[in-house]
């Protein structure tokens, strides 16, 4: 009896355990680290999945990976998009119109031309510049994590997990309640390293998708040059921002938002936010001053609330 006890309790032990623990896996894709967590009876098997998924997409849209769909399409090669890759390069050059060109997946040859595919890390001339900006080949890494992570959700639905975490290389999607209504909480990075600034808090499946100068720059001569460029001027944008992160529940959304935001600076970026109702923005400025949207739930920072009402 006193056996059989045990390993009863065990089990409970145990079952208690996999409620909690979620499966996790490190993938590298799309140019980055992401870290997978997922709770839930086919976990693993959604891990897999997800896994696959992401290299996928990652061989499908890279831009310098010469075996990619995006490289073939960029060199006049024969692709044939599925009807959900042809409405996400659609919704691409929907948002750079919805945006004025802030968005622009038609970037390749000026991030190339500022070296940051090979690392050769250099600084164009203005005809190089000017050159870049009249191509038309596409470069989708503003937007494609973003999209990366909406067909996420599609495929941890499909596996009907419990809930999950996933970072796609700073870009955050979680999917599900916790606990006890318990919210997700997300750390707002601070552009010169350390602590987060601040904690933003979500519920269910939500995405967190943030850009910022700090990700992918290189310094030449004491100036430092960072990836997010202006498309109208085809150089590191210089809106008096360091960082915008975009919340919504539609992931491809938010991240062309907080590339576009980047460019567009506080205060056009504000006066998008009044006139549209599907996201919520963080914006941290050059001075280090935090400013959110009055839907943004954000603590253990000082703030300014944007409003929708001047
Ligand atoms: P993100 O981290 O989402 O802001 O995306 C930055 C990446 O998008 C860069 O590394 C480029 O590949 C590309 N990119 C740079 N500037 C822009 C822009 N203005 N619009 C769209 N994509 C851009
Ligand atoms: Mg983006």
Not at 157 to 172: S, T, W
Request: proline share 3%; aromatic share 10%.
């Amino acid at each position: 009896m006193k056996k059989l006890l045990c390993i009863l309790l065990i089990c409970l032990l145990l079952t208690g355990c996999a409620g909690v623990k979620p499966a996790q896996r490190t993938v590298f894709a799309m140019d980055t680290v992401m870290e997978l967590q997922v709770w839930g009876k086919e976990a693993n098997k959604a891990l897999d999945a997800l896994e696959k998924l992401l290299k996928d997409m990652d061989g499908r849209w890279s831009a310098t990976d010469t075996g990619s769909a995006l490289y073939a399409y960029n060199n006049n090669g024969t692709v044939s998009w599925t009807a959900d890759e042809a409405a996400f390069l659609q919704r691409a050059n929907r948002l750079s119109r919805r945006t004025d060109g802030a968005f622009s997946p038609k970037l390749y040859a000026l991030m190339d031309a500022w070296g940051f595919y090979d690392d050769s890390h250099s600084v164009p001339s203005q005809e190089q510049i000017t050159k870049a900006l009249a191509d038309e080949r596409m470069d989708l890494g503003g937007i494609v994590k973003g999209y990366a992570g909406d067909q996420a959700v599609q495929l941890l639905k499909q596996y009907k997990v419990d809930r999950a975490i996933l970072n796609l290389g700073g870009n955050i999607q979680t999917y599900g309640e916790k606990p006890n209504g318990e919210a997700w909480q997300i750390g707002i990075q601070d552009p010169d390293g350390g602590a987060p600034l601040g904690t933003v808090k979500v519920h269910g499946t939500m995405a967190i998708v943030t850009s910022g100068d700090y990700q992918r720059y290189f310094e030449k001569d004491g100036v430092k040059y960072h990836h997010i460029m202006d498309p109208k001027t085809g150089v590191p944008a210089q809106s008096g921002l360091r960082s915008v992160t975009v919340i919504s529940k539609d992931g491809t959304l938010a991240d062309a938002l907080s590339t576009s935001f980047f460019v567009m600076g506080l205060e056009k970026g504000s006066e998008f936010w009044r006139s549209s109702s599907d996201f919520e923005v963080v914006f941290v400025t050059d001075g280090g001053k935090i400013y959110a949207t009055e839907g943004v739930k954000l603590s253990e920072c000082t703030y300014e609330v944007i409003r929708r009402e001047k």
